[in-house]
């Protein structure tokens, strides 16, 4: 029986630095933002959906989804960003489980990175939970600079998602990212050890 380990966390938190961790120990990871894009590229009925409800507009000239534009029209208005997510949802769960149960049958653990994992309802799909956690202000600050953003845009972003101590609160392990890159691998080492997977 394989184990799957969700990983989760807000915005800029520190997911991709957690989970290139568990790549390098060669554990399969399915992205749920890598499969956010494959449901939507050119031809897919989720991008015809995306047009018929944001209208042509939200295309580029090649035909090709405009991220940022459709970024900010859900990070601004929560009705919209509602509409967006209940139009991908089946899309993504569909896909997001066969890749899930494909890994398992190759691996004894499997990672699946989701960012919206507490908010899409994806609790029951993994066997445990991690939470990549920095208190909000530090997740401010770090988002600014990956981003190039200013205060309220980025304290925007962040509001877009359940609240990180609320994510915390539901975790069933927590990688603190406050520290240095050192920190949070000794912590993912310590957890694999733990569980026997090292
Ligand atoms: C709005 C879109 C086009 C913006 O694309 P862009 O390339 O700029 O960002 P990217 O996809 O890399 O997402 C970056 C981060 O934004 C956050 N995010 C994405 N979508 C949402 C959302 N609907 N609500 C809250 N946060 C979100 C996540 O933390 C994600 O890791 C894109 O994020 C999207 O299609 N979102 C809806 C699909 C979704 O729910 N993705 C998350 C999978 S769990
Ligand atoms: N321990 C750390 N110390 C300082 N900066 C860090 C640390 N961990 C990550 N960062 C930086 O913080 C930013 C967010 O990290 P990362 O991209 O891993 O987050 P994420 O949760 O995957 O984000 P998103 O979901 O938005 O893609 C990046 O610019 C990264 O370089």
């Given at each position: 029986m394989s184990f799957v380990l969700g990983i989760t966390g807000g915005i800029a938190t520190g997911k991709s630095t957690v989970v290139d961790l568990f790549k390098k120990y060669n554990f399969p990871v399915i992205d749920a933002d890598i499969v956010a894009r494959e449901v939507v590229e050119p031809n897919t009925p989720g991008l015809k959906k995306i047009v018929s409800t944001?209208?042509?507009?939200?295309?580029h000239t090649d035909g090709s989804l405009n991220r940022q534009k459709l970024g900010q029209i859900i990070f601004a208005d929560p009705k919209k960003r509602q509409t967006l997510n209940q139009l991908l949802a089946p899309f993504l769960q569909e896909s997001i489980i066969n890749q899930i149960n494909e890994a398992r049958r190759h691996s004894s653990l499997v990672i699946a990175d989701i960012p919206l994992l507490f908010e899409a309802g994806y609790?029951?799909?993994?066997d445990q939970i991690a939470v990549v956690y920095i208190p909000e202000n530090l997740q401010v600050s770090r988002l600014m600079k990956r981003e190039n953003l200013t205060e309220k845009e980025a304290r925007q972003k962040v509001a877009s998602q359940l609240s990180i101590e609320k994510k915390k609160s539901q975790a069933d392990v927590i990688f603190d990212?406050?520290?240095?890159r050192s920190f949070i691998c000794q912590q993912v080492t310590s957890w694999l050890k733990a569980k026997q997977f090292l």
């Open positions: 944001f209208g042509e507009d939200i295309l609790e029951k799909s993994v990212n406050q520290q240095d």
